[in-house]
Structure formats: structure tokens, C-alpha cells
């Protein structure tokens, strides 16, 4: 992922549109989703850290969606903001050049994977925040990145705060626990039979919805997805590593195939 400024902020470099910014948090997989389909497209666009619960109200008034609930990453800069990886995709295909990533006669398959991805995340997510409670080096990880090094540790209070908003926001989205996440994981394992290939023959966006599901229990390498090294050990469930290794195997081989390094 590009380096983010002092700021938040960081520029890549692709051809047309120069005016787009994408709102997201550098390290999770619905922002890496919308990043990969971007850059497949070389659609260029400037990222913005967003931070939860302190970034919550200038989300909403860009959204213009004061209830209900509202996510990054969303794609802002063209007519109408863009929400969701899905959707971001959609406009990169539309906007961008390059491999269509959602073929026409492939839409369907392409839309029930990114629907198991979605499903697969919920999990991984509300499994993690557990994990995340439970760490105080990942509590002091997760502190938004213009709190200076010598105060972290002091702050862990305010992230505990954060990561309980995180869990009431999203709190009813996952629709069952690791028994479910683990069925997901086994659909994915047997469309692959232990191969190294893409799901639907050239790549296309269901290989990225789901070699992004894996991150809550397997994050990818730190130079596709930087993620400190404390937070990266509340992100790592060992036993779901172990068990779905060639699907682990899968992802590296298309990060290293279809993913340029940040």
C-alpha cells in the first residue's frame, strides 16, 4: 500500500482521474478490495486515512446520511460518492482501462463469491475485535497514526473506546461465528482443489473479494498490506491458518502474481 503522509494522505500515481480520493483505513481488507480494483484499472486517485469514531461525522455529512449506518471505503471526487468495495470496483471498471475484473457473462459467479468475502469478513471481524480487546499491544497499535510514539501507551483507554464503537456499529452484520466462517473457508477450498489458479479463469474481482477475506486470520505480507506487528498478532488465529494453508498458499501466489508491491 503507498506510504501514508504525515497528514493521512498519499498519492498514486495512474493515468486520468487525478481528482478522486479514496476514504479508508490503510490496513483493512474492504479498503485493500476498492485499492486493488483501482489500481488494476490504473485509475488514479489520492487515499485518505480514515479514523473510526472520530471521522464518523465528516463521513456522514459527506454522505450525506446522517442514520443508518455508513462504511469506508467510499470513492469521493466524481459526481456522487462511491460506497462500498463492490460498487468502487464497479466505477473503476467503468472509469479506469485494463482486464475487465467483472465480466458480463461472469457477473453472477462474480457477485455470489464477493457476497461469501462479505460474509467471511463480518466473521473475521467481530472474531478479531475479541482477539483485539484482549491486546494491549494491539489496542496501542490501533491508535490513529498522528498519536506520537511516547503517548500510545497512555492512550490504550481511547482505543478500547474505538474498538467498542466498532463492535456496537457493526454489531448484527455477522450471522454466525467460526462455524460459519469456517464453512465459507471450505467452499472457497474446494473450488480451488489445492491449485494455483483464479477462480474463474483470467483474474477477476471474485479472486480479489476473496483472497481479502483471509486478512482477519491470515494477513497477507507487509509489503502488500502494512499492518503493525501488534495489531498483526491479534489479526492471526494460528489453527484457521493451519487448516486452510493451501487456500493461504492461494493468496500469496496471487498477491505475488496480480498485486504490485506497495
Not at 15 to 43: C, F, M, N
Not at 202 to 231: C, K, N, W
Request: charged residues 25%; aromatic residues 8%.
Amino acid at each position: 500500500m503507498p506510504p501514508s503522509d504525515p497528514a493521512g494522505q498519499c498519492d498514486n500515481a495512474a493515468v486520468g482521474q487525478d481528482t478522486l480520493t479514496l476514504l479508508g483505513i490503510p490496513y483493512s481488507p474492504w479498503s485493500e478490495k476498492a485499492r486493488w480494483a483501482l489500481d488494476h484499472h490504473g485509475v488514479g486517485y489520492r487515499f485518505r486515512e480514515y479514523t473510526p469514531m472520530l471521522g464518523e461525522l465528516e463521513l456522514r455529512l459527506r454522505l450525506r446520511k446522517l442514520s443508518g449506518r455508513a462504511s469506508v471505503p467510499v470513492l469521493l471526487g466524481g459526481p456522487t460518492p462511491v460506497q462500498d468495495s463492490f460498487a468502487i470496483a464497479r466505477e473503476a471498471e467503468r472509469i479506469g482501462h485494463g482486464a475487465p475484473l467483472l465480466p458480463a457473462d461472469r457477473f453472477d459467479d462474480i457477485t455470489q463469491w464477493n457476497d461469501r468475502s462479505e460474509q467471511a469478513l463480518a466473521l473475521g471481524r467481530a472474531l478479531t475485535l475479541g482477539r483485539l480487546r484482549a491486546s494491549p499491544a494491539a489496542k496501542e497499535a490501533s491508535l490513529p497514526s498522528f498519536i506520537p510514539g511516547a503517548l500510545r501507551s497512555m492512550a490504550r483507554p481511547a482505543a478500547s473506546i474505538g474498538i467498542a464503537f466498532v463492535a456496537r456499529k457493526y454489531r448484527g452484520v455477522e450471522t454466525g461465528g467460526r462455524a460459519e466462517l469456517i464453512a465459507v473457508l471450505e467452499t472457497l477450498q474446494r473450488a480451488l482443489g489445492g491449485s494455483e489458479r483464479c477462480l474463474l479463469g483470467p483474474l477477476t474481482y471474485a479472486d480479489i473479494a476473496m483472497a481479502t477475506s483471509l486478512q482477519f486470520f491470515a494477513p497477507p505480507a507487509e509489503e502488500h498490506v502494512a499492518i503493525a506487528r501488534g495489531l498483526r498478532d491479534a489479526w492471526t488465529d494460528a489453527e484457521l491458518a493451519a487448516r486452510f494453508e493451501d487456500v493461504v498458499r492461494w493468496r500469496d501466489w496471487l498477491y505475488r502474481t496480480h498485486r504490485r508491491p506497495a
